[in-house]
């Protein structure tokens, strides 16, 4: 069953960070781009971060540029965000998904719709 994983999320303070995990099954991670997306309540599911095929290119959204950081690990067949700096807008739900093919790259502008093998997603809660 191809499918991705995610956990890591919780509960932190203002300024404090957390890291975030999608773990790959019944398929190999480094052949795709790979996108991490969040969803806060009301609110329209938007891209944040990318990273492409092999390691190729990373693409972030401005809300969260500087603060936060895509990362891959082949041998755990595992992509990590590294969320520091936590604003209380973060907080939402974490989705990782993968691209569909031929799609190997990230774009400046994630749509949701061009990516599959969605996770359950992990909630992110950021107080003031």
């Known amino acids: 069953q191809l499918q991705l994983v995610e956990s890591g999320g919780g509960s932190v303070q203002s300024g404090g960070s957390l890291r975030l995990s999608c773990a790959a099954s019944?398929?190999?991670?480094?052949?795709?781009?790979i996108g991490w997306f969040r969803q806060a309540p009301g609110k329209e599911r938007e891209g944040i971060a990318c990273?492409?095929?092999?390691?190729?290119?990373?693409e972030y959204a401005d809300s969260v540029k500087g603060r936060f950081t895509i990362s891959r690990n082949d041998a755990e067949n595992t992509v990590y965000l590294r969320m520091n700096s936590l604003k209380p807008e973060d907080t939402a739900v974490y989705y990782c998904?993968?691209?569909?093919?031929?799609?190997?790259?990230?774009?400046?502008?994630?749509?949701?719709?061009?990516?599959?093998?969605w996770g359950q997603g992990t909630q992110v809660t950021v107080s003031s």
């Open positions: 019944g398929f190999t991670l480094a052949s795709h781009a």
């Open positions: 998904a993968a691209r569909i093919p031929p799609y190997s790259y990230c774009s400046a502008v994630m749509n949701k719709y061009e990516y599959r093998y």
């Open positions: 990273l492409g095929s092999s390691g190729v290119g990373t």
